[in-house]
């Protein structure tokens, strides 16, 4: 199904649209106002950085992926750098207010849209 008609299912009868990984990406990409390629790119800018963390950050709170491997290929990282995106997202949410800003708006993005 197309996420047009998911949005129709979603408002005739309530069934809510499921989260993918394009859905995920689109989000992150249009908060943070960066290109699908830098996120899977060399790119080393803060908020490219910080755009790429968000997108695997995601992946794995979703379900999307069942390994850190695939998540982490979905950037073309490795699973260890997906591992600890991941683990300083965490920590970042926990303990700063803007990052748990940032983490609630896209995750509102995604089933707003």
Same mark, same amino acid.
């Given at each position: 199904?197309?996420? $047009?008609?998911?949005?129709?299912? /979603?408002? !005739? ?9 394009? @859905? =995920? !990406? ?25 755009? @790429? #963390?968000?997108?695997?950050?995601? $992946? ?7 390994? $850190? @491997?695939?998540?982490? /290929?979905?950037?073309? @990282? *490795?699973?260890?750098?997906? !591992?600890?995106?991941? *683990?300083? $997202?965490? #920590?970042? =949410? ?6 748990? /800003? ?7 993005? !995604?089933?707003?849209?």
């Amino acid at each position: 199904m197309t996420d $047009l008609e998911y949005f129709i299912l /979603e408002r !005739l009868e309530g069934i809510p649209i499921p989260v993918t990984k394009k @859905r =995920i !990406l689109d989000a992150v990409c249009s908060h943070f106002q960066v290109s699908e390629e830098a996120i899977k790119g060399k790119n080393r800018r803060k908020n490219t950085v910080l755009a @790429r #963390h968000f997108y695997m950050f995601f $992946l794995k709170e979703k379900k999307i992926f069942k390994t $850190l @491997r695939e998540t982490g /290929e979905q950037t073309n @990282r *490795d699973h260890a750098t997906a !591992l600890y995106a991941i *683990d300083k $997202l965490n #920590h970042w =949410i926990e303990n700063y207010q803007d990052i748990k /800003e940032i983490y609630n708006n896209i995750n509102q993005k !995604l089933y707003n849209n």
